[in-house]
């Protein structure tokens, strides 16, 4: 697995490498294997390490894999996310044997994920064979001969609880002078991007104000299994001070106990197991005092503590590699032999009908293009930035989200990119938003001057929902602060709005917000006032021949109907889900053709109850809406019939539409801004070409969750 474009230098004995952001990869990858007939798969599975979302990159390479796949699982949450969830339904679903290394980590696949008995391993961590051996032999060589060494190892974070260890020293050390604790690792990698050393920092700092400087060693480097062996063997006695209950393997704590320390450790799950009927002294959690008595029990007493080595290490006989190979292959002979009696699918099934649904790669050109320090510009000509139309709020907002939903989604655009975009345009929302009034503005110059002091309705929405991603996806601390702030200061107003679009919007921003703030009571109460107005605007207007919310249907349509969906299932409030899928299905045949393809009502006139419907121009934003609200629809019901309506409305960019021409430009990035009757226009202006990117984020998120679904129309 590569993380960087780079890649790494790896042994001759490493065949094929995965981009990890890279979704064709993993398929490419599921080739690799298939055409040099593999006998088995093995996964080692973590969240962490696969790219999308919750990792559901890993799923398009073990969709296509003929040969039995056997999967670790070394995470399993209790209270997974609906993206985690659905990605562990589907690797059970994929895998013909589950392995686990704790009988916690099974206990929880049996009951929170309805995974068989019979479809799992339990085979342990498995560690190097280190010999139980005198310690003062390892101490002499890393000169601390004399002391008695409390050992942690492992990517240092605040996770850890090392405060809680170094809390705990001064009476240590009291009663025992000679002890040194070791911290043995370097910083994690995303703790050292996020904050830098500031975790590694405190701990020195709270050292020298206990006033123990003197017994704490950071030794602030990765350590090759050759060296980790040395400070293990120096060890007395191994300390894992955890503050999550929730981990049900930790490598860490295998390695020292099958080599036989003494371990002190916090009740994780894996410690509560690995350490019962005395093989080890569990403290309880964030409690000093606690850690210094169960220490200060081994030192006391001698014999404790080398009985104590003596039944781990003998224990730990099981959990070597070699007898840990032992069990795999047992393992894999058992997937062998389940899959000779159902096998996968042979090369000859893989039709069109059968295989994923192909998606233009990502290309931000004409977006980056686009865009400057202030935000991104308006209109283009050609696919040049107009200069003189300026900016506007809407545009940043659809910017901002799209940023949200590439940073999540993983691939191909770099992260500082990224960063850098999304920062301009969240700074151009917060300078839009009139603290006294509570209201966004919308047009600027290009000088950076407002053209007005009240923006409409619809962009003061797009603001909020632009600002709720942010605040509900954003892995940026200040990106996320800024857009709370911001999203709560420009909510109030909303109540007052007559515009439906505007309450749509407002909904599906105050959605994302709800993704991950804590439960907000005056955000509870405008989603219920906002989803019952909308209701209410379908009870006064639909009838059967006419199953809208007004006597016409104008622009963005779709997203009328979408925000009731996600307020259905979320409140949840029935009537409101039936409301949203019912008008998006009639949404959807009006602008289906005889032959097939996706027609959006254009905004040349709209379509007018009673009357006939404009069929140019054919608007980008159409499209879009279209495609989120089909794949919400689809979330919501798993009906087929909506994931082909997501695809069919996404193809009208790529050709598939009245003119047979494509709008999107492959060569620029950019999208045209509209269809006319007789041509497209030749301008890529911001809200088409990000109508564009977003609705291919959305299918490329679609595709890794939902990709059985997401099949060529036939």
Sequence with gaps: MNDRAEGYKYSPRVRFELLEKDLDSYRRAADFLNFNNADVLCVQHEFGIYGGPAGSHLLALLKEVRMPVVTTVHTVLRVPSAVQRKVMMELVRRSDRLVVMAHKGAEMLREIYEVPEDKMDLIPHGIPDIPFVDTNFYKAQLGV??????????????GKGIEHVIEALPEIVQRHPNVVYLVLGATHPNLIASEGERYRLSLERLAEDRG????????NRFVSLEDLKEFIGAADIYITPYLNEAQITSGTLAYVFGAGKAVVSTPYWHAQELLADGRGILVPFRNPPAIAEGVCRYLDDPALMEKTRRDAFQMGREMVWPAVAQRYLKCFQHARADRRAVPRQAFAGWTLASRPYALPPLRLDHVVRMSDGTGIFQH???????????????????AFILCNLLDELGGEAPAENLDKLATSYLAFLSAALNYDSGRFRNFMSHGRLWLEDMGSEDSHARALWAVGTGAGRSRKEGHRRLCI????????????FSSPRAWA??????????RRVESNPAVNSARNILTSKLVTLWNNCATEDWPWFEPSATYD?????????????????TEALEIGLKSLRWLASIQRTQAGHFRPIGSNGFYQRDGARADFDQQPVEAQAMVSASLEAFR?????????????????????NDLGVPLYDSSTGGCSD???????????????????QLSLAEMNYAEHLFEDSMRPAL
């Design 145 to 158: 001969e004399g002391r008695m060494v409390l050992l942690t190892f492992g990517l240092l974070g605040p």
């Design 212 to 219: 123990v400087k003197e017994h704490v060693i950071f030794h």
């Design 380 to 398: 283009a000509i050609f696919n040049v930035p107009n200069f003189h139309e300026g900016y506007c709020t809407d545009d940043n907002a659809r």
């Design 485 to 496: 702030q911001l999203f709560e200061r420009g909510l109030p107003v909303v109540e007052t």
């Design 505 to 514: 919007f407002t909904l599906l921003g105050i959605h994302e917000y709800l």
């Design 557 to 573: 349509n779709a997203r009328l109907c979408q925000a009731l969906i996600l307020s259905g299932q979320w409140m949840p409030d």
């Design 636 to 656: 919501a019901t798993r009906d087929a019939t909506w994931s082909r309506a997501a695809q069919r409305a996404f193809e009208w960019f790529l050709g598939r």
């Design 674 to 692: 509209g269809l006319h009757h007789d041509r497209i226009s030749e301008n890529q202006g911001a809200e088409s070409s990000l109508a564009f």
